[in-house]
């Protein structure tokens, strides 16, 4: 079967670094995306990897390991708007979105 | 970034009664739409696959003829819940994409069956 694996929640302090992980195991690979969803709000999206290494979106980072089935999201100078939760996705062969359970991220002064 | 409208917000109906979300995409054609309903805390669950055209196909355990789909064009997409149940209150969120874009994700619309 499909199965995304990430953290369910973790806590960081403001001004911190924080990474998020996610292993996947999916019907073929067609890209791995990061959303952000603040409780109550739809996801909003965050990053995209297709090949390997690592995408620096100002303080956010993602990064991708195909052959070990594995990403990270890496959050620098963390805000407290920042608390939210942090979903890993994956598109298989056929183009459709496997969703992880999604990553709870406090932040605490 | 793609803008991706729904409609209503938020609604709260009677048992029994049927309720129609819309989606729409406000600056590009979608194809491809996707209807999902999440539960307090957990994560998002994939309802069907609206193209535009054709016949949404439903998810595993999604009931096709308690929740009508229509996709009549390339910028809109409805969800109809039908005799609706408190069991399926829910935010239902719709995104519209295609295999070369990101998905985009409307805001949302809470539903609260009474």
């Known amino acids: 079967g499909q199965n995304i694996d990430q953290p369910t929640e973790m806590t960081a302090t403001e001004g911190a670094i924080v990474q998020i992980n996610c292993t996947y195991q999916t019907s073929g690979f067609n890209g791995l995306f990061w959303y952000q969803q603040h409780a109550g709000e739809a996801p909003t999206f965050l990053s995209y990897n297709v090949l390997d290494g690592l995408e620096e979106k100002g303080r956010f980072s993602s990064f991708l390991s195909r052959s070990k089935g594995y990403s990270y999201l890496l959050l620098k100078e963390l805000q407290m708007k920042d608390s939210a939760s942090y979903l890993c996705a994956v598109r298989d062969s056929n183009y459709q979105l496997i969703w992880g359970a999604g990553t709870k991220l406090i932040i605490k002064p | 970034g793609a803008v991706v409208s729904q409609h209503p917000s938020w609604v709260i109906c009677k048992s029994g009664t049927s309720v129609k979300i819309e989606c729409r995409s406000l600056?590009?054609?979608?194809?491809?739409m996707f209807w999902y309903r999440q539960f307090p805390k957990q994560s998002l669950m994939l309802m069907a696959t609206?193209?535009?055209?054709?016949?949404?196909?439903?998810e595993q355990g999604v009931e096709k003829d308690k929740f009508l789909i229509n996709h009549a064009s390339l910028t809109l997409s409805t969800l109809t819940v039908t005799s609706a149940h408190p069991e399926d209150s829910s935010f239902y969120i719709c995104s519209a994409g295609s295999q070369e874009l990101e998905q985009y994700f409307g805001p949302g619309t809470r539903l609260t069956v009474t």
């Open positions: 600056d590009f054609q979608a194809t491809t």
């Open positions: 609206s193209n535009e055209g054709s016949k949404a196909t439903y």
